[in-house]
């Protein structure tokens, strides 16, 4: 009851949230529908533009976006059989079945509604599980933080999308680049080349928006144009009582999935939307019919997508471990306002994190309004010349990342990072890790070595603080599943093919 | 050449010249026993140690002919240059020419580059274009953008 007032409190400190709750999910649908923008790009173009506003509004339109992204994948998934993200990869199955037996509308409502019914879950599994997950933080001591980052490192096996050994050096890499400025303990400049804006180091900011939005642009210049969608097949559709009833079961099926993924690093977004369709389908009376237009084979995936795009967020904000791209990317817009997400985050900044609360349960309802009314206008957005789209967008880019800090240093280490995340698509390396390296190498060393110095160089400390040795247990634990899911994947995949 | 074997021996390129930057790193009065360069000698040894292992993971896996996707590869990555190239000069000119008239020829040669045509609705577009971001940015969000030599230039012709 005191959160709910909290929230409300928040909202009218600060009415800017309402606004940012509805410009993320718009921009978040209109983004979410352009083919090649996912998520945490759509997110990352607007990080600059979250400089200037008020922390807690900041976040929410991030937030939002996300929310707004997940739905937004999912239009031109049902009406021109492409995905718009990778999570609404598995809508396509049966969203463009429903659109070629005339009943697009349908099934964009069908999309709608179980995104919204999994967001609802996985905001109410975010409201109550975070701040107990952060309680247990606050005992941390310097140890703890380096258990902590060790545990989130460990990540990086199951995000390394296939090959572990390049996920392990896209993350040694990302810790690399954080050892860039003024080193923590002794003010010595490491890595600098003599340059002033390089002493307080790389901001992970200009990483994200490098790696992110800068390489997607690179790759979109040589892939064709976007099938234009024609929006007179757009007349959306609510779900009557009979169809909702029959939805329920696989909404279920996405909703616990979606949240189990959420939590899982490197879980969520395109596998979850599968595992739910697939589970949808073998609880299903009538599988034969996947495929083929059924509508519980878009309720499963959405509302796993909503689910996701709220439980992904719990480790990053009670831990500060970002297990998805486009958590990284809220977690950039966290760090632009002094805020580390972790432990101290709700004792330090309880205001802003009702307010930001406020805002997720705001945006559950910008997505119903918006998701029906702006449909139009995001189709004859997404179907202008994509020259011109991304002419726009380059500017953008460049015009946000002088906002940030006034520099044109800072455009170019970002044009930099662009370039390096294109050679990392092209080398087939794994961007995450890379982003989680150099959110966590900080944290891991300043405490590593803080807590060294406690200690009298005793490097038994690690072990001998409960927390950090249960932590450590845990990244062992994890380290050694994702290993041996890794090598069993590979295993079965070599079988398939050689029985094809 | 394989990808993985290229991701190896550039990831060891990588670890090489980091471990000898750190190598140069000064101790410092107040260092600690890990000292500022001991994680990052560690880091460039594990990065060194996880390429080789690709590497020579590679070597002893079965050869890959050069593919017609690899060969695209190459196509791509020639058409991205055109777009670094543009932020590049960007970068280097907006300190003169000044924002409006830069992000406006950004705009323009972005979309002319991939494939619009050059007609009098890309140029409206650019302007138009160029003057709604400096709206955004300059005017509501006040943020200050280069403004080139134009004001300098201004002043000298009035005085």
């Known amino acids: 009851m005191n959160e709910l007032l909290d929230m409300f409190q928040a909202v009218a400190r600060t009415p800017m949230i309402i606004v940012a709750a509805f410009a993320g999910t718009a921009w978040g649908i209109v983004g979410g529908a352009m083919p090649g923008v996912s998520p945490s790009i759509a997110m990352a173009l607007l990080l600059p533009f979250t400089y200037g506003a008020d922390p807690a509004s900041a976040v929410v339109l991030l937030a939002s976006t996300y929310l707004g992204a997940e739905y937004g994948g999912s239009i031109p998934a049902i009406l021109i059989r492409t995905p718009g993200t990778n999570s609404a990869a598995a809508t396509v199955l049966d969203g463009y079945a429903m659109k070629e037996q005339g009943k697009a509308g349908e099934a964009l409502g069908i999309s709608l509604y179980s995104t919204l019914v999994g967001a609802v879950f996985g905001v109410l599994m975010l409201l109550t599980l975070t701040q107990p997950l952060a309680q247990v933080a606050l005992a941390f001591q310097p140890q703890s933080y380096v258990g902590l980052g060790i545990l989130g490192l460990s990540v990086i096996a199951s995000c390394s999308e296939g090959s572990l050994i390049k996920g392990l050096m896209a993350g040694v890499i990302g810790l690399m680049i954080a050892t860039v400025g003024t080193d923590p303990v002794t003010g010595v400049n490491r890595f600098t080349l003599d340059h002033p804006d390089l002493l307080s180091g790389i901001p992970p900011i200009l990483v994200m928006i490098g790696v992110y939005a800068i390489t997607n642009l690179l790759e979109q210049t040589s892939t064709p144009p976007w099938v234009r969608t024609n929006s007179n097949e757009a007349r959306l559709k609510i779900p009557g009582p009979l169809m909702r009833a029959r939805l329920r079961l696989s909404q279920v099926i996405g909703c616990i999935i979606g949240f189990i993924e959420g939590l899982t690093p490197g879980g969520g977004g395109a596998i979850s939307a599968f595992i739910s369709y697939n589970e949808a389908r073998r609880w299903s009376k009538t599988p034969e019919e996947f495929g083929k237009g059924a509508p519980e084979g878009i309720a499963a995936p959405e509302a796993s997508n909503g689910a996701v795009s709220a439980t992904a967020l719990i480790p990053m904000l009670g831990l500060g471990i970002p297990g998805s791209n486009s958590a990284a990317v809220l977690l950039g817009g966290f760090l632009i306002h002094g805020m580390t997400p972790g432990p101290l985050l709700f004792t330090k900044h309880a205001d802003i994190m009702s307010g930001f609360y406020a805002g997720k349960v705001i945006s559950l309802l910008a997505l119903f309004v918006l998701g029906y009314l702006i449909l139009r206008p995001c189709i004859w957005l997404v179907n202008r010349p994509k020259h011109y789209l991304m002419s726009f967008i380059l500017a953008l880019v460049l015009s946000g990342v002088y906002a940030i800090h006034g520099s044109l240093f800072h455009v170019g280490i970002a044009i930099g990072f662009g370039v390096i995340g294109y050679v990392f698509k092209i080398l087939a390396m794994p961007m995450l890790p890379m982003i989680l390296g150099v959110v966590l190498g900080f944290m891991v060393e300043s405490n590593y070595r803080r807590a060294l110095v406690l200690s009298d160089g005793d490097y038994m400390t690690f072990i001998e603080e409960p927390i950090c040795a249960g932590l450590l247990g845990l990244a062992v634990v994890f380290l050694a599943y994702s290993i041996i899911r890794h090598y069993r994947d590979a295993e079965k995949a070599k079988q398939t093919g050689l029985t094809a | ?159």
Not at chain 2, 53 to 64: D, P
């Open chain 2, 1 to 159: 050449m394989n990808r993985d074997l290229v991701t190896g021996l550039m990831g060891l390129a990588l670890a090489i010249a980091y471990y000898l930057a750190a190598s140069n790193i000064a101790a410092g009065q107040l260092a600690d026993d890990v000292g500022p360069d001991g994680l990052p000698r560690i880091y460039a040894w594990l990065l060194g140690g996880f390429s080789l292992v690709l590497a020579v993971r590679t070597l002893f896996q079965k050869a890959v002919a050069t593919s017609a996707g690899e060969v695209s590869e190459v196509y791509a990555a020639k058409r991205a240059l055109g777009i670094i190239v543009i932020a590049a000069v960007y970068v280097a000119a907006v300190p003169f020419v000044g924002y409006p008239l830069m992000i406006a020829a950004v705009i323009a040669t972005a979309a002319l580059y991939q494939g619009g045509r050059l007609s009098w609705p890309l140029a409206l577009t650019s302007v138009l274009g160029a003057a709604a971001f400096w709206y955004v940015f300059v005017y509501l969000l006040h943020i200050a953008q280069p403004e080139g030599i134009w004001p300098e230039l201004i002043e000298r012709m009035r005085a």
